[in-house]
Each structure stands twice: as C-alpha cells, then as structure tokens.
C-alpha cells in the first residue's frame, strides 16, 4: 500500500475532531471536517447551508480560539473546508484518509460507517479515534477489503502538543495499512507506539490505573490531595500537575468515563477494582465540578488563591504546606531514576506512598505486556508520549534496580508477574541492555535481548559521540560533531544550553574546521531546549565587580562569532527548538538559514534581566524588518523599525515556529519540521542542499538608519506606556535604548550606516545598562529566584 496522504477527512467536529483537523492543516493536508446536520433547525435555515453545516464551522472556530493554540498558524484553518454528513458525503471520495471523532457509541460510529463506506476510495484508509470501544466489533459489518484498511488512530488532548499516537489495527488489517499509518504519524511529528484491541489501549489504561490507584491510597495513608501531588509529580517523574490536578486538566468526567470502561470491560482483570470511581469523586462529577473547564474540581481558584478539595465536606479550603524529609531530600537532584530511587529509599509517609504506588503501578504494567502491546518498548514510550512521565514503567524499573525492587515487592506480598521473576533468575538483571548506538530490550515472549529498531531519520549526537571518530573535538560547554556526508555539527551542552565563553569558543573554532575539512555547518544539539540565552551569572558576576572590560570583551567575542558564522564561505543552518531565547536565539538568527522544530519558542527577550540583545539581535532585526525596503526611495522605515523595536522591548516570543516567523525571529524561506527526532536530519539537508547548489556567502548589508527623530517617535510608545501604568520607567529607559539602537543611534534619517555601527551601538546600551542598580536587580531576581522583576 503506497501514496501520500494528501487529503483527509475528519469526522465529528468536537474537541477532538476539530483539533485533529487542525492539526492536519498544519502539517499542509487538505481536510474535510464534516458532522450532522443541527437537529430542529427552523424553516428559514433548513436550506441554508451555513446553517447546516453549523457544528463543523463552530468546530474550526472553537479551534481558533482554544488555548493551548490547536494551530501552528491560524491562516491554516483556510485547509479546512467544513460540511455536513448529509449533502457532503461525495467529498470523501477524493480522501486518503478519513478519522472517525464522534461520540463514544458503538451503534452510532456502527452507522456512521455503514453510510460511508460506499463514498471511499478504493485504496483510502479507515481510521477511528476511539479511546477504547472494541476495533473488532467496530468494523464487523464492514466488507472485507474495507476491514483490511480499517484501524484506530488514538491522537491524544491537546493533539498539537501531546506526542503519542496510539495505532491500533483490527483483526483484518494489512501490515502495508499500518505502515502508510505509521509513517504519516511521523509526518505529523508523532510518536508511534503499537497498541492492541484491549479497553483503553496502552497510554489510558497504565496512566489511569496509576491515578486511580493514588486516588484509592490517598485516605488509607493518611494524606490529602495537595500531598499526593507533591509526592506523584516531579519526585517520581512525573507532570507537576501529578494525579488530582492533571484530572482537572483532563476533565474529572473524562477521567470517571475511561476508569468505568475498564472496569466494565475488564471482568478478568485482578487489579479491576482500582477503577471504581469512589463516590465522593462521583459526587463531584454529578454537581458540575469535572475540573479545569468548569473552574472548579479538585482544585478551584478563589481571587488569586488555588484553593483545594477536601474529600470529606466536598467544600475548598486553603492549601497547606507540604514538607516530607524524604521530598527534601531529592529535591536538588537532577536526574529522574536516580531521584526516584532516592524517594522509595526513605521511610517516611511520603516515601512509602511513593514505593507503593509504584511498585503496584510496575506489576500492572509487567503484567499487561502481551495484552495491550507486544513489548516493553511500547509500554514505554506510550507512558513517556501520552502522559509526559520522565521515565516509562520499565525505564523506572532498572533506575531502581530490578533484582532489588523485585526481592522488596515480594517481601511486601506483591505479585510479580512470574515472567519478571524468570527474568532476574535467569540473569538478566534489566529489561533494557546494549549500548546507545545498539539499544536492546528483553523480549518477555522469547525470554531473550531483541534490538530496538532505529529511525533512519533520527540523527542521535550521544550515539554518533560513542564513536570517538566522530567528535573532532569537545570542552565542557560544546562539541564539535561529524554528523555525516560532510556536515559538521556544533553542540551545545552547558546547562541549558546556555552561551558561554566555551561555546563562542567552539562556534569559531566550528566555522574554521567546516572551512578546511566539511561542505556545511549545523548548530544544533539534542537537549530538551536549543537555549536560554546568555550566561547570565558570568555577565551579573561581571558588573558586580565593574569589570566593564570583561563585560566588552565577552560581547564583542560573541558577536564576532555570529558574523563569522554569518559570512563563512560554507553554508551554515541552526536547528532551533522549544526554548531559543535571548543569545540562543541571536545564534539562530545568524545562521545563513534556520530549520526550526514546529514547537520553537523564539524571542529576544534580553529586556527582561534589564539588557538589550548584544550578539548581534538588534542588528538582525533592523535587517528584517527592513530588507524589503532595500533600493525602494521614500519609504518611511520607522514603521517597520519601530515594529522590530516593540517585539524586543516587549520580550515577543513566538509561540511555535509560525508564530516565530510571523515575528520574524525565522524567515519566510526558514523550514519547519514537525517531528523532533527529524530536526537535525532536516537541517543537515537543508545544509547539504545549500553547498549543492554554489552556496556563496551575502555580502555585508549597509542601511539606511531611520534616525534619531524616528527613535524619539518611538519613545512616546514607551512613555505613554508608562503613563498608563503598563510599563516602569526602567523599562522605558530599556526600550529607548532598544529604539536608539534600531534606529541607528544620533544620526539622521538616511544616513548609511553599516552593521559593524549597529554592533557598536548594541555593545554601548549593552554595558550602560549593565552598570544599572535595577538591571544588576532583574539579573540577580532570574538567578536568585528564576522570576523576572518589575522594577
């Protein structure tokens, strides 16, 4: 089974259905999003066909206006083209593709297949977004070769963030149906992980059971729901918002609707009855308080107070202060496993807690393989993807040492799975085993190792580091990385990500290697963020002790090496992602070309620690908000000038890489890859195309300044800010800077000044405001208390 999936229909326009279509407009597929006819539409509107097609066109605009945002780029929604289930059945005859979203009924999605069956193309594919009604019986009255392309598509709330995409195939689908599935989930930037036809799948039915089973704890150890989610967040690798507060988010309703469908479907299940819904979480479902979209569940926001649920009353009362020695104790370590294995160590309240529910939740989860997936491998990733744990339940096992867990589980009258307990009998002391570059897993089926298959398209700079023919060279703070055919890789590796002499360092050191020895140069790394900026201890350090010169020489090092980067004779590509802030994102900016991850948050936002962008931000901000003005006479520039200098003096970040463009932190001709572990395969691509095609390098850009008359004008911005109470007069004297600069400094308007003059203006605000009480303030507020400072 071949061919692109270029058009796609989705059917139900309800939370689900249209943040689906959202999403698959965003990754450029033409979708149908078609539902019913409103019931009792009056005479007037039965013919109307706006009217008629009222719940897909109320969908699209829900999605519009959702937050999180369900779009990349709200232009998108023109990919959508909204209808009904009764005059637009003949669309989906032109479908790749068709998602079933409507609602959780067997008789209606039943129905609802039978009467499109007819209206599809011989080779489209079938897909339900069902979160756990029986495949089988879904697709039973379907004819056969409809039966072969029929499988369930589980996408996850919110579907543009959540990573994990449950494929789940009925009894009569072709392998070559899951593969086309599978790798048009990747092309949407999802996670694959391979479930089986059990109630809730692999994601729901671990992650639930786990939240039921610290709901049904709870009261037996004396704790109450703030405790348990100070105890099941972050301490065992978990969300923040833990068990009672990620109910809220999900919706307590939502949560008591797939804990009955595995208890009603489950009969044989042992642990069957964790998923009772006790009756005071009953209660609250029945008087409207399911969480979040109702503004009250287990938590409710009172003024400025979250205030919590207790139990007994059903009545909120303030939160009260969680202290547990064994929470303190962990509290500063860094690494998920090791901090677990710290936290079950303890034997205080908090601890025991912490052992028990995870001990209970690892049996379940051992349990479950070969039901619900095949492997450990899926079990895990779907936990990682679908419920953002930082370890998945096997991955915890071997931080807390099997063979040790398992020995305290059975001391504590626990039942093991036996194939566990043959397992660590039989030698193998971990469920994972290989290297980085060869991951292995054991297969419970075979009681042996099994390779974990690679993404072709996945560049891992920690595999590609175990061979040190690789690394042409590596400090503390950044690498030098052979990446393959000819492209070398900078990677950043301080915490952070953050820029420090040691990457500036290896940022010119990186341009000179690629110039002698490689076609191209990638920066890029495979941290949680491309970066948080400046080394803003070094720089705070610095100023407290009015070491202007270091302060000087810091910058001008910085930016000499983005216009090195800028103007080397080979092409240079960043590969930006989540957060590129401050100095990160000047780095990013530099690159001849930028190949973004779709979740890129970007922005200067220098203002916020009291300093302006020094590496070269200002510069290129003047150069794009500009550059289409190049050569046209009489064009006013202070409007677009002055847009560049509000998105710095406002700290603008964009909120994806559309958004990011739209700011123009990414250009129009940057590229944007949806799925993570492509990006840096992407941008080396992007690199190698680059060379291919006579890459030269542009020639150093002159401009003609707005002036000072300009900055005055946008001064009256800031004041008037000021005067309303939206901004302090600090940050007014920051965005006159900022304005001083853009515009070209002291200097009429017209007047050509080049880019080596707006460095020069960057560096001068740079140290004035360094020298400032307030800004040393705003500094030493991020490093003190990571919160930003209105002074």
Known sequence: MVGRIETAAVLGAGVMGSAIAAHFAGAGIKTHLLDIVPPNLDDAKKDDPKARNGFALNGIKNALKAKPAAFYDPDAARLITAGNLEDHLDRLSECDLVVEAVIERMDIKQSLFAKIAPKLKDDALLASNTSGLCIADMCAELDEDLQKRFFVMHFFNPVRYMRLLELVPGPKTEPAVMARAASFGELLGKGIVYGKDTPNFVANRIGVYSMMQCFGSMKEAGLSIEEVDKIAGKPMGRPKSAAFR?????????????AKTCYDNLESD??????VVADWVQKLVESGRVGQKSKAGFYKKEGKVIKVLDPDTLEYRDPKKVRFDSLGAVKGIEDAGKRLKALIAGDDVAAKFAWNGLARTLCYSARLVGEIADDVVNVDRAMRWGFNWDLGPFEAWDAIGVAESVARMKEDGMDVPQWVVDMVEGGQSSFYAGTIAAPEYYESSSKKLASIQADPHHINLAILKEDKRNVVKETIGASLIDIG??????EVHTKMNTVDADVIQMINEGVDEAEKNFDALVIGNDGPHFGAGANL????MAAQQKEWGQIETMVRGFQDACQ??????IPVVSAPFHLTLGGAAEIAMAADAAQAYAETYMGLVEVGVGLVPAGGGCLRTVERFTDAL??????????????????????????????????????????????RDHLLY???KRALGMAGAGYRPPRPRQFKAAGYDAAMTIGMQTWSMVEGGWASEHDRLIGNKVAHILCGGAVSAGAILTEQDYLNLELEAFLSLAGTEKSQARMQSILMNNKPLRN
Do not use: Q
């Open 246 to 258: 990620t109910a809220d988010v999900v919706g307590i309703d939502t949560l008591a609707h797939v």
């Open 270 to 275: 042992p642990e069957r009855d964790v998923f």
């Open 485 to 490: 055919d000819g492209v070398l890789c900078v």
């Open 537 to 540: 201890l070094m720089i705070f």
């Open 564 to 569: 090195k980067m800028r103007y080397s004779p």
């Open 630 to 675: 190049a050569g046209i006479d009489g064009v006013d520039p202070l409007k677009f000038v002055g847009t560049g200098a509000l998105n710095i003096a406002m700290a603008k970040t964009g909120s994806g890489a559309e958004d990011t463009r739209r700011l123009r932190y990414l250009l129009p001709t940057d590229g944007i890859t949806l799925n």
């Open 682 to 684: 992407s941008a080396k």
